[in-house]
């Protein structure tokens, strides 16, 4: 979709245990992954650095970001942005655009409004899963706000020993016009937006969006 050219600087933020950081540096360009996870910068430098001159990871917050023109190529990947509160979304797309040269492209994916669903609850019952490898209990609500749109899921994982975890994640679901005229407030242009970040096309129905963003100048 954007082909990554050899001789590109890339900065991958939230880059996880740097699985798409790994697919830039094949192509020769030179990346930075930044994770806020210790654990996911080690499996990376374990695994992934590895044999890989231009590969470098930092473990850093990357709303603290400080770049200056230096990035041909910012990625924010699996809906990262989603995450964010209004604060923080409209901070990182002002980092991000400091830290793309004249003409860098910021490519991210967001979750949709197609992809609402309705508030519910379930409760299973697991051997082991995703929060844990023992025996636990897991109660899942999933709640709806509006203004902004946002989905919040709350996990309440209870163990054996009768010890209650809870997690709660939000996505902010967004619509097309809200994603152009953030990104228009924070001096880029929309070049594409695709079903996701394989580059398929949109339907009306995506639930979610790839998106392809490049750095205009500010008046
Ligand atoms: C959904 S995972 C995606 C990982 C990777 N981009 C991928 O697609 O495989 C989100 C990652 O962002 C990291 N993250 C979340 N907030 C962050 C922040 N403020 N600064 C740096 N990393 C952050 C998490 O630690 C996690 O590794």
């Known amino acids: 979709m954007i082909p990554i050219i050899f001789h590109w600087i890339v900065l991958d933020l939230g880059c996880g245990p740097g699985l798409y950081v790994k697919k830039f540096a094949e192509t020769g360009a030179k990346v930075k992954g930044i994770d806020l ?25 990357y709303l603290d970001i400080d770049y200056a023109e230096s990035f041909d190529i910012a990625t924010l990947i699996f ?54 490898p023992d025996p636990y209990v ?40 809200e994603v152009q005229k953030l990104l228009n407030d924070h001096h880029f242009k929309v070049e594409n937006i695709y079903n996701n970040l394989k580059g398929e096309p949109l339907t009306e129905n995506s639930e979610t969006y790839g998106v392809i963003a490049r750095k205009a100048k500010k008046l």
């Open 37 to 61: 996870s210790q654990r996911s910068i080690d499996y990376a430098n374990r695994y992934i650095k590895a044999g890989h001159e231009n590969i470098y990871f930092t473990r850093m917050n």
């Open 79 to 132: 809906y990262d942005f989603c995450a964010l509160n209004s604060t923080e979304q409209n901070r990182l797309l002002d980092k991000i655009h400091r830290s793309l040269k004249s003409n860098g492209v910021f490519v991210f994916d967001v979750v949709t409004v197609n992809r609402e669903s309705s508030e519910s609850t379930s409760i299973s019952i697991r051997e082991s899963g995703f929060w844990s």
């Open 138 to 177: 897991e109660i899942m609500n999933t709640f709806i706000y509006e203004k902004p749109r946002t989905e919040g899921t709350q996990y309440t994982i209870i163990a054996e020993d009768g010890s209650i975890n809870i997690i709660r994640l939000y996505h902010r679901l967004f619509e097309m016009a």
